[in-house]
């Protein structure tokens, strides 16, 4: 039997696997990834994002990409790891499509999805960059107490420059639309969220609202652009080794009055 988070989390995961192909032919209008030959496995699937299996409502963490990126071939030539655990989730989201909805394909789909996930985060170099230290040193949790997800479901070709970023902001406003922020908060009530995107945090263009009616969580929004001169930097243009720790005692102290009676 899933828990109260997990079940929430996998209707939320369900309306974006399902996504309606209108949506669809919207994102790759905008510029999301196309599926076809001589391109990465995978790129039709539209992708909920993860929730770990040691996740708590109330002081779990919801950490929070841009969009997902078309695995360039080359990496997944040179990271069989990558690869296999690539596959994985596509198999997994393709057999869950086709199952439908039933407390058994709910629950191999997730379990299917950790296991992915848990083998591939570590390898991943927006975990590294920034979430790592944030999550395990600064708030000393494990990857599987958190949440992750994109604020695009669909995936773009890997990173080229000026004109993509301009086609990633409109794509996230998309899909955005369609699959709000504010749901999934609604569906896994977290302490705190951490987004590696400036313009999603509270008062930006990117996201219209983190609140739900039942969760308020604290948002961190920092520079998460790999290259970018101003790389991890906070909206006051802080390095991650200034705000990261501040924020981490607060994210503490959130927690544990979100435990408390
Ligand atoms: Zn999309």
Known sequence: MPTDVEARWLDYAWDVVDCPDSHRRACEAA??????????????????GYLGRDYCEGSGVLCVGAVHREAPLAMEATDPIIARTNRELVAGARTWLRAGRSPQSD?????????????ALPRWPRWRRHFRTLVEDYLSMSSTQIAWTNLAKCRVSIDRGAAERASQATLTRLCQ????????????RPAAVLVAVLGARPGGDLVETWHSPRAAPLVFAWQGQSGHDRMNTDPAARRLSEWGPEAAERIKWAMRAGRSP
Do not use: K, M, T
């Open 31 to 48: 510029g999301g990834g196309i599926p076809g030959p001589g391109r990465v496995d995978g790129n039709d699937l539209r992708w909920p």
């Open 107 to 119: 629950a191999a789909y997730l379990e299917r999805l950790r296991s992915a996930y848990e083998e």
């Open 177 to 188: 639309r369609q699959f709000p922020a504010r749901e999934l908060v609604e569906a896994i």
